[in-house]
């Protein structure tokens, strides 16, 4: 998992992401399908592509971890209090984004201070969030507030 982690996210991420004491729950075909630390669920695999899908504990995890402005999209004031309660975060709303992101790349919302408001799933490039002017940028999968 560390490795995935890694290729997902940039080296040396496994072992912030995942300490020594995870442990894992299994799919039924017994692949491992959650990783969990002291009973909270960091990051669960994707049985399609075998890549991550961080929980809001994880994220905050690898947020601290890696330096701004990676994996970051960062949202205007308005905004914040709905992707906090886990809704979807609107290309309008972005101020700035990591130009190193792909569409489906695990991503931070945060707002202009750096605080960590959601994670999600990016819809758009880095550079096309800032350039498009309606429809989605990050398909949030859970908010602070909703988790």
Known sequence: MRKIAE???????GEALFP?????????????????LDGVRLATVRAQDGRLTLSYDGAARLHLFLAPP???VV????????????KNAMAKHVIEADP???AEDEVF???RDDTL?????????????????????????QGRDKR
Do not use: H, W
């Open 7 to 13: 290729f997902q996210f940039g080296r040396d991420a």
């Open 20 to 36: 020594d004491n995870c442990t894992f729950q299994y799919s039924t075909s017994q692949r491992i399908r959650y990783i969990l």
């Open 70 to 72: 990676a994996g970051r």
């Open 75 to 86: 949202v205007m004031e308005d905004a914040v209090p709905f992707i906090l309660e886990g």
């Open 100 to 102: 190193q992101i792909r």
């Open 109 to 111: 919302v945060v707002s």
């Open 117 to 141: 408001l959601a994670t999600g799933m990016a819809a758009l490039s880095g550079s096309e969030m800032l350039e498009f002017k309606c429809g989605g940028a990050v398909k949030v999968r």
